[in-house]
T-cell receptor, first 115, second 112 residues
Framework: GAGVSQSPSNKVTEKGKDVELRCDPISGHTALYWYRQSLGQGLEFLIYFQGNSAPDKSGLPSDRFSAERTGGSVSTLTIQRTQQEDSAVYLC?????????????FGPGTRLTVL | DQQVKQNSPSLSVQEGRISILNCDYTNSMFDYFLWYKKYPAEGPTFLISISSIKDKNEDGRFTVFLNKSAKHLSLHIVPSQPGDSAVYFCAASDGQGGKLIFGQGTELSVKP
């Protein structure tokens, strides 16, 4: 079946502009995660949605970052007033959530470049 | 503070030999560990995992070892193949919220 898909694959924007990144999880997966990978770094957790529960936003770096998940499926990560330090690859993952033995499956990522 | 550490940014191995990638963690609440493999311009691909109730898990050429007392895990690839060349990330979960904590990755190069 289809894996996690993300769009766009690349996004170049000017400092101060808003951007929206989209994630389509694997069908039937109830959990959805956003991470980002800055150059030379590991993956950094941003936000996590599980079913109808309130999202875990503990990884969002500032209030310029927000995310929503509509209908329990597609998610959009929004970055307002982008800064150059926001440049990174933004990765989305989904899982069927089995608690402590959860395996997350990743999309190809969106490479964001803020000029 | 880096809760999951991969201290070797790179590793070079000859084809056919064993590759050993290491990972250390600090949080004793972590109870599930995973290894992901990442090629350039692609998302990480799940490779193998281990629960804290085990000390070894094997899947084909890949074996993960967990030493809870040392808070250390390792991934063994035997025999290594050129197609294994990629960046390998270890990740850990405390099972409380599903989020994974990743190490910084080790770039493996397997030379023919």
């Amino acid at each position: 079946g289809a894996g996690v898909s993300q769009s766009p694959s690349n996004k170049v924007t000017e400092k101060g502009k808003d951007v929206e990144l989209r994630c389509d999880p694997i069908s039937g997966h109830t959990a959805l995660y956003w991470y980002r990978q800055s150059l030379g770094q590991g993956l950094e957790f941003l936000i996590y949605f599980q079913g109808n529960s309130a999202p875990d936003k503990s990884g969002l770096p500032s209030d310029r970052f927000s995310a929503e998940r509509t209908g329990g499926s597609v998610s959009t990560l929004t970055i307002q007033r982008t800064q150059q330090e926001d440049s990174a690859v933004y990765l989305c993952a989904s899982s069927s959530f089995r608690g402590s033995t959860d395996t997350q499956y990743f999309g190809p990522g969106t490479r964001l470049t803020v000029l | 503070d880096q809760q999951v550490k991969q201290n070797s940014p790179s590793l070079s191995v000859q084809e056919g030999r064993i590759s050993i990638l290491n990972c250390d963690y600090t949080n004793s609440m972590f109870d599930y560990f995973l290894w992901y493999k990442k090629y350039p311009a692609e998302g990480p691909t799940f490779l193998i995992s281990i629960s804290s109730i085990k000390d070894k898990n094997e899947d084909g050429r890949f074996t993960v070892f967990l030493n809870k007392s040392a808070k250390h895990l390792s991934l063994h690839i035997v025999p290594s193949q050129p197609g294994d060349s990629a960046v390998y990330f270890c990740a850990a979960s405390d099972g409380q919220g599903g989020k994974l904590i990743f190490g910084q990755g080790t770039e493996l190069s397997v030379k023919p």
